[in-house]
């Protein structure tokens, strides 16, 4: 392959920092160029240092604020850079982190130290037990929004009808997809999924992160409302944070579904 085929399509490893085999599978620590540190799980990136944040801020404000009035919070799996997005929504008073895999979280808070500096806020709460075991044991209606950061074996369907039971009315959930550019048959099953266990309404959103496989990704995010309520426009305009990707605009155009992806799901 030609030399700038190559610079344009691979991420350049200067140095591997860490190794380590997981219950979950291989865990790795990357210093790279151009994303600088980057973690990664069975050669997936889990995240990254330069562009994490395009991921972090897509997968907790779309659903924040779509939601009328988030309170109570849930993030299933490696939390880090999420829940300092959800913290910065002012109605959030609970957020509840599930993850059981201990060595992931370790090497984040080793190789990534600036983001673990939210740990001890008291509206964070970690729980360090297998999703299935949490979502079993938890009461319904519980939460307003539940996040769910895996794409692994987390499709199964008695996954989202315990997602659908920890809800409340209003409730809604998100998710990654496999990338739909090169994992394009992947996204149709999960959407049967989540009708099947009972949510009514569903959006795809799309939106680049460059160290991602493709360079683009594709969020799934339900409901339990009838339809999707309106996006809290006033509100994304008026917040009291800053981001640096997610605005309103950013999230309308995150919503329009690719024709390929359309045609895929309708057909």
């Not at 997809?177 to 999960?190: A, E, G, N, Y």
């Not at 309106?230 to 605009?249: G, I, L, P, Q, S």
Request: proline share 6%; hydrophobic share 35%.
């Amino acid at each position: 392959m030609p030399e700038q085929l190559l610079k344009n399509f691979s991420i350049a490893i200067q140095q591997k920092l860490y190794e380590k085999e997981t219950e979950q599978g291989q865990l790795a620590v990357y210093q790279t160029t151009p994303y600088g540190m980057m973690v990664t799980l069975n050669g997936h990136t889990v995240l990254s240092e330069q562009d994490g944040f395009f991921y972090h801020e897509m997968i907790t404000h779309p659903a924040l604020f779509t939601h009328s009035q988030p309170e109570r919070i849930a993030i299933v799996g490696p939390s880090h850079g999420i829940v300092e997005e959800v913290l910065k929504h002012p109605s959030v008073n609970y957020v509840a982190c599930i993850s059981d895999n201990g060595i992931l979280e370790k090497a984040i808070s080793q190789y990534f130290s600036g983001q673990t500096k939210i740990n001890k806020a008291p509206r964070v709460h970690y729980h360090k037990t297998e999703a299935k075991d949490w979502l079993l044991q938890t009461g319904p209606g519980s939460f307003d929004v539940i996040i769910q950061n895996t794409h692994s074996g987390e499709y199964l369907q008695e996954n989202y009808l315990n997602y659908h039971r920890l809800l409340r009315a209003e409730g809604l959930f998100i998710q990654p997809c496999q990338s739909s550019l090169l994992h394009l048959k992947t996204l149709k099953p999960i959407f049967q999924n989540i009708e099947q266990a009972g949510f009514t309404d569903w959006q795809s959103l799309n939106f680049p992160q460059p160290s991602y496989a493709s360079g683009w990704r594709t969020l799934m995010m339900a409901t339990k409302c009838p339809t999707f309520p309106r996006v809290r426009e006033k509100d994304v305009y008026n917040r009291h944070f800053a981001t640096r990707y997610y605005n309103f605009d950013t999230h309308k155009a995150a919503l329009a579904l690719p024709e390929f992806v359309r045609e895929e799901l309708e057909g």
